[in-house]
């Protein structure tokens, strides 16, 4: 299976370990303020906030941390102001990376990532650099027997999605990011429930990996990247086998 296939990030995530909880509650909240703050707090009229809310529900994160949240984007309950920010950068082997912040505090959020690069055999590059090597695009990844390809296509076209692709995993729907909302909601109402929901940065093109040594340095910097604080979501394009 190849690194850069969401579904390897689909079954990463799945196996957060308790001692990471913590963390992956602080950037729900992070992401369910922002949705909240941009399309306002009735999950029926934000499909944004409402796919969030699901996640975090799968998450077993606690409903009144959910609540909060949304009350912190709404502006009922003071709240930290986050900005979202995009870093672009290099890994071992020329492996491009997409790494999806949100901050308090732009310095620090800086710092940590253009380190965590520095560390491990990368580079910050500057804006533009590397997103070429992207597509950025609503994707919904649903396993297999969830539902007939033909009735999901209908389903997804229907809505706004751009395709849906095929695999031994499941489906991969993908549509404009301004598509996003009403490709979830069309999900949502025939009883689809993804494995994955979200606006990604897919790649287009992928880097082939064979060196044992750069891959091992690609598996850190991936973890030292997930684990700020900050960071929302890591992507990459590189392609590397189990072995």
């Given at each position: 299976m190849a690194k850069h296939n969401k579904w390897s990030k689909v079954k990463r995530l799945k196996a957060v370990t308790d001692s990471r909880r913590g963390k992956v509650f602080s950037r729900l909240s992070r992401d369910i303020t922002l949705a909240a703050k941009a399309g306002g707090g009735d999950v029926d009229g934000n499909a944004r906030l409402r796919t969030l809310v699901l996640k975090a529900?799968?998450?077993?994160?606690?409903?009144?941390?959910?609540?909060?949240?949304?009350?912190?984007?709404?502006g009922e309950l003071p709240g930290v102001v986050y900005e979202e920010i995009t870093y672009e950068g290099y890994g071992p082997g020329g492996v491009a990376f997409m790494v999806q912040a949100t901050t308090d505090n732009k310095t620090r959020a800086a710092k940590d990532v253009r380190s965590a690069f520095s560390r491990h055999g990368g580079n910050l590059a500057s804006t533009g650099a590397v997103a070429?090597?992207?597509?950025?695009?609503?994707?919904?990844?649903?396993?297999?027997?969830?539902?007939?390809?033909?009735?999901?296509?209908?389903?997804?076209?229907?809505?706004?999605?751009?395709?849906?692709?095929?695999?031994?995993?499941?489906?991969?729907?993908?549509?404009n990011v301004h598509a996003f909302d009403k490709v979830s909601h069309a999900l949502?109402?025939?009883?689809?429930?993804?494995?994955?929901?979200?606006?990604?940065?897919?790649?287009?093109?992928?880097?082939?990996?064979?060196?044992?040594?750069?891959?091992?340095?690609?598996?850190k910097l991936h973890d030292v990247l997930e684990e700020s604080d900050d960071v929302q979501a890591v992507f990459s394009n590189e392609e590397m086998d189990e072995a």
């Open positions: 529900r799968d998450a077993n994160m606690p409903a009144e941390n959910v609540d909060r949240a949304i009350k912190k984007g709404t070429f090597q992207f597509q950025h695009a609503g994707q919904f990844l649903i396993a297999s027997g969830t539902i007939a390809e033909d009735a999901l296509m209908e389903i997804a076209l229907e809505a706004g999605a751009d395709d849906v692709l095929t695999s031994e995993q499941g489906f991969e729907v993908r549509c949502e109402h025939k009883g689809i429930k993804p494995d994955s929901a979200e606006i990604a940065y897919i790649p287009t093109t992928t880097v082939p990996v064979t060196d044992q040594a750069v891959a091992a340095l690609i598996e």
